[in-house]
Nanobody
Framework: VQLQASGGGLVQPGGSLRLSCEAS????????MGWYRQPPGKERELVAT???????YYGDSVKGRTTISRDRAENIVDLRMNSLKSEDTAVYYC????????????????WGQGTQVTVSS
């Protein structure tokens, strides 16, 4: 199972960000997909996640300016964030709680490799 992220990079203050993540490999079912981030010198925190029923959860610091959506057929999650601030600078990690194929497997967490987002003029 792999989580392949795309997007990120340098964004100007007040600008927009789009991140995508695709889960691939031998997957039986996906419970949640989403994004976490780790600002410099801080702990990893929730950005947004969406579950199999389409229920979404947003971190407090991004509510109101972030939208997460999921293409269940393609196992792709899409994150869009507006009005970026310097505090949004972080390494963003794609995350999924899923069950891989195989007899007796259980739900477990998978992480992507991380993508740097820097908000600066």
């Amino acid at each position: 199972v792999q989580l392949q992220a795309s997007g990120g990079g340098l964004v100007q203050p007040g600008g927009s960000l789009r991140l995508s993540c695709e889960a691939s490999g031998s997957i039986f079912s996906i419970n949640t997909m989403g994004w976490y981030r780790q600002p410099p010198g801080k702990e990893r925190e929730l950005v947004a996640t969406i579950d199999s029923a389409g229920v979404v959860y947003y971190g407090d610091s991004v509510k109101g300016r972030t939208t997460i959506s999921r293409d269940r057929a393609e196992n792709i999650v899409d994150l869009r964030m507006n009005s970026l601030k310097s505090e949004d600078t972080a390494v963003y990690y794609c995350h999924s709680n899923l069950r891989p194929n195989g007899r007796g497997t259980q739900l477990r967490d998978y992480w992507g490799q991380g993508t740097q987002v820097t908000v600066s003029s």
